[in-house]
């Protein structure tokens, strides 16, 4: 049975930030995920995960100007030092909160210089990333996004994550594997799915077009979730979704029959 993750800077959100755990473990979740929780105090959100029994399963390391509209760390060129930095506080986090993932956010191609060098840079810093992190037990996630959403963004396809992957050289990347922005860019997922599995570390969701819970658009997460329990993944499937109504909880019947059976 697949196991899920609340990603609770998309869920929960009409709460205040450490306020949503509480409502995650209410609803029945045993685990969350993040973006980009360095808003918070890291030992308050480590107190708040604790009172309420709940893993962290994965967050973003640090992307820089990204989020100002920027085109992050990752794939620049010139900026490898402070990817390197953003990778000591990533791990800092994930000692602390324990989790054993962490995504290398790619970004988006800076106008200067080429794809090529936006790539190469991209591999180098991913080959850092798993490498200092590999000690510690964290998997070092990649993922691709869709470009209609998001023009420019470094990595826009399962082939191309899986190449950029290949040419790290590390055997501690793994794919963040998220369904709304595959669907958009390439559909299939099933089968899709079925021939990347060995390469899978994590799986996010929304449904599509609006990113909304599952039901709410053209997927149906009903099968697609049996058919990935079916193939044997055994890893977390993150809610990252925009929730159709105001209250969370009443985005949550898709889950409702998996409630009982979260560990």
Not at 100 to 117: C, H, K, N, T, Y
Request: hydrophobic share 40%; with cysteine.
């Amino acid at each position: 049975m697949p196991r899920f993750s609340a990603n609770i800077e998309f869920l929960f959100v009409e709460r205040p930030y450490l306020g949503r755990l509480s409502a995650a473990r209410a609803a029945g979740f045993t685990a969350i995920e993040m973006c980009w929780p360095y808003v918070v105090d890291l030992v308050e959100l480590d107190a708040a995960r604790r009172d309420h029994d709940l893993r962290v399963v994965d967050f973003n390391i640090p992307t820089g100007d990204l989020l100002s509209g920027g085109y992050g760390l990752a794939g620049v060129p010139g900026r490898q030092n402070e990817f390197k930095e953003a990778v000591e506080t990533g791990r800092e986090w994930a000692l602390r909160l324990g989790s054993e993932r962490l995504s290398v956010v790619a970004g988006f191609q800076m106008p200067w210089g080429s794809r090529d060098d936006a790539l190469k840079t991209l591999a180098e810093n991913l080959h850092f990333a798993a490498d200092r992190l590999s000690p510690d037990g964290i998997t070092v996630l990649l993922e691709a996004c869709n470009r209609r959403e998001r023009p420019g963004y470094v990595i826009g396809s399962t082939n191309e994550a899986l190449t950029t992957i290949q040419q790290a050289d590390h055997p501690n990347i793994r794919l963040g594997h998220d369904l709304y922005h595959l669907q958009i860019c390439e559909g299939d997922l099933v089968d899709r799915f079925r021939k990347v599995i060995d390469f899978v570390g994590h799986i996010q969701f929304a449904d599509v077009p609006g990113r909304g819970e599952p039901g709410t658009g053209e997927i149906n997460y009903d099968f697609v979730f049996a058919e990935i329990d079916k193939l044997g993944y055994g890893g977390w499937c993150g809610a990252e979704y925009k929730p159709s109504t105001a209250r969370t909880e009443d985005s949550l019947g898709w889950f409702s029959p998996y409630r009982q059976l979260q560990g």
